[in-house]
Every structure is written in C-alpha cells, then in structure tokens.
C-alpha cells in the first residue's frame, strides 16, 4: 500500500515569490492536514481538508491557503514568501475524517528554503 | 504558556536503559493523546495512540495518561540505538480537527 507522497521534497525559492506543495494521500483517505515544521516553532497546524472542505484552520496568515481535489489529493499554497516560512511542511492523511483523531500518517515532507 | 510543554532534550542514554519521555499540557478538553517518532530527514510516524486516561503497552513502549495531573508519558524499555529519534507527544479533542503538537524530545541512545 502507496504511502503518503508529497512533492516537491526540496524547493528553493526567492522571497517575494510564491509555491504551490502537493499532498497525496493513502489511497481511501479523505482527510488532509498540513503542517509547518521549524526548530523554533516545532509542528504546527496549518488546515485540514475532508472531501473537499476546509474544516479547520490555524493561526497562520492568508497567505497560506489550500485545496482538496475530488481524488482527496490536496495542494498548499503560500504567496508572497518570506524569509520566515522556510520550514519543513508535512502533510498527514487520516482514514476517518476526524483529523488525528484516528491514526494518520505523515508524508515525508517538502524541505522550503526562501532566500 | 504553550498549551503543550515537552523538554526538546537532547536526552542521552546508554543502550539497554528505559527511557522516560513526558508531556504536560493545559486545556483539560484534551481527549485524545499520542506519540509520535520522527527520524531525520523523515515525517512523523506514530507510535501510540490512548483515549482519555491510563495506560497502553505496545512491545518496548508503554504511554500513560494521569488527566488529573494533565500529564502524558512515555516509557521505551531495553532502548535501542535504532530508538534515537525526536519523540512528539501530540494531543486533540474529541471531534476536533486538529492536533497540538510538543516541541519533541531529542533522544541519543548509545551503543
């Protein structure tokens, strides 16, 4: 059984710029959280999707948004980047749409270095 | 005050020690407690999962939940050097969407 898949696994960009980060879930998986990963904030929430709806989201600025596709496939976007938002970006998929209420499996991560 | 507190470590044990991991935390509405391990360079895997309060063994790993004491642990029996690895304690609410993370713990086990 696939795991979690995200890609890019490294992305190197220039402030001002923006990145679109994709997320594909274990198959039969409807819901979708992101998350931001530094060594000084540690793992935090971003947003979760389930069958296409936003549910939830975090403390994070507009210019961070996402999507979830009718596959359950999902992307992350974040506009304007700055230098503060190089970070590891994880995303985990949950069978029971609870969140991580249920066991969820992370995705490796895509590595975002702005410059 | 966060509402998840971990000690990020380093913590540095001798191969064959128990290891003793904790969590505290300050929103009572917590229901739902798990740990998670995370090699570099790798996503968070999870290790244990616990509803509400007390305990749960899986082989080497014990988690305890004390709600009354709003503190989680995690024990890892006879640890091994293949156990090194930051440890996230993570918690959420019942029907919540969402999970609140711990800074993780460091843990070096020597060999």
């Known amino acids: 059984k696939a795991g979690v898949t995200q890609t890019p696994r490294y992305l190197i960009k220039t402030r001002g710029q923006q990145v679109t980060l994709s997320c594909s879930p274990i198959s039969g998986h409807r819901s979708v959280s992101w998350y931001q990963q530094t060594p000084g904030q540690g793992l935090q929430f971003l947003f979760e999707?389930?069958?296409?709806?936003?549910?939830n989201k975090g403390n994070f600025p507009g210019r961070f948004s996402g999507r979830q596709f009718s596959n359950s496939r999902s992307e992350m976007n974040v506009s304007t980047l700055e230098l503060g938002d190089s970070a590891l970006y994880l995303c985990?998929?949950?069978?029971?749409?609870?969140?991580?209420?249920?066991?969820?499996?992370f995705g490796q991560g895509t590595r975002l270095t702005v410059v | 005050q966060k509402e998840v507190e971990q000690d990020p470590g380093p913590l540095s044990v001798p191969e064959g020690a128990i290891v003793s991991l904790n969590c505290t935390y300050s929103?009572?509405?917590?229901?739902?407690f798990m740990w998670y391990r995370q090699y570099s360079r790798k996503g968070p895997e999870l290790l244990m999962y616990?509803?509400?309060?007390g305990n749960k063994e899986d082989g080497r790993f014990t988690a305890q939940v004390d709600k009354s004491s709003k503190y989680i642990s995690l024990f890892i029996r006879d640890s091994q050097p293949s156990d090194s690895a930051t440890y996230l304690c993570a918690m959420s609410f019942r029907g919540g969407f969402k999970t609140i993370f711990g800074a993780g713990t460091r843990l070096f086990v020597k060999a």
């Open positions: 985990a998929s949950s069978l029971l749409g609870e969140g991580l209420n249920t066991e969820a499996f």
């Open positions: 929103n009572s509405a917590f229901q739902y």
């Open positions: 999707y389930f069958s296409e709806t936003q549910r």
């Open positions: 616990t509803y509400s309060s």
